[in-house]
T-cell receptor, first 116, second 111 residues
Framework: EAGVAQSPRYKIIEKRQSVAFWCNPI?????LYWYQQILGQGPKLLIQ????????DSQLPKDRFSAERLKGVDSTLKIQPAKLEDSAVYLC??????????????FGAGSRLTVL | QKEVEQDPGPLSVPEGAIVSLNCTYS??????FMWYRQYSRKGPELLMY????GNKEDGRFTAQVDKSSKYISLFIRDSQPSDSATYLC???????????FGGGTRVLVKP
């Protein structure tokens, strides 16, 4: 079974520029998550999709972050304009449908963003 | 106060020793408890999860949950240098899928 694919792996941008990250979840996984992991901290949920609908985006800074999951498969996370504090690893994860599915998240390797 | 607290370490042990990791939490609604392992520059990898209180064993790993004390533990027996990683606890309530993670404990197993 192929894992969760993410790209790019690394990105360096100037503050106020924009950046986009892409995620392809495990085939058949209905739920897709974007997490932000700042160095030395645990992951923090930014947004959760069930198929192509948003389930939870309460911690997404909506003035600068946006995400979409077209056709219930791939997803993109965009930051515009970026701030210094957005420097972090952006992790995509997916899980099977159902209550117990939420206990078995599979993470991608992450996209490391550095904002200068 | 953070919802889930975890000692950041680093925790350094000799090969073959028992590694003891723990997390405390404040939200009594948490019902499911997970442990993830994260190698440098990799995503977290699920080790095991437990429901409510009790113990669960999987190979060299044992997870314990004490809901009365709001305290969970992970023990790694016969530790190997390949166990060197950051260990993250995570938990969620019965409803919804949102996981709350601890900050992670960095473990170093020395040969």
């Amino acid at each position: 079974e192929a894992g969760v694919a993410q790209s790019p792996r690394y990105k360096i941008i100037e503050k106020r520029q924009s950046v986009a990250f892409w995620c392809n979840p495990i085939s058949g996984h209905a739920t897709l998550y974007w997490y932000q992991q700042i160095l030395g901290q645990g992951p923090k949920l930014l947004i959760q999709f069930q198929n192509n609908g948003v389930v939870d985006d309460s911690q997404l800074p909506k003035d600068r972050f946006s995400a979409e999951r077209l056709k219930g498969v791939d997803s993109t996370l965009k930051i515009q304009p970026a701030k210094l504090e957005d420097s972090a690893v952006y992790l995509c994860a997916s899980s099977p449908r159902g209550v117990s599915g939420a206990n078995v998240l599979t993470f991608g390797a992450g996209s490391r963003l550095t904002v200068l | 106060q953070k919802e889930v607290e975890q000692d950041p370490g680093p925790l350094s042990v000799p090969e073959g020793a028992i590694v003891s990791l723990n997390c405390t939490y404040s939200n009594s609604a948490f019902q499911y408890f997970m442990w993830y392992r994260q190698y440098s520059r990799k995503g977290p990898e699920l080790l095991m999860y437990t429901y409510s209180s009790g113990n669960k064993e999987d190979g060299r790993f044992t997870a314990q949950v004490d809901k009365s004390s709001k305290y969970i533990s992970l023990f790694i027996r016969d530790s190997q240098p390949s166990d060197s990683a950051t260990y993250l606890c995570a938990m969620r309530g019965a409803a919804g899928n949102k996981l709350t993670f601890g900050g992670g404990t960095r473990v170093l197993v020395k040969p």
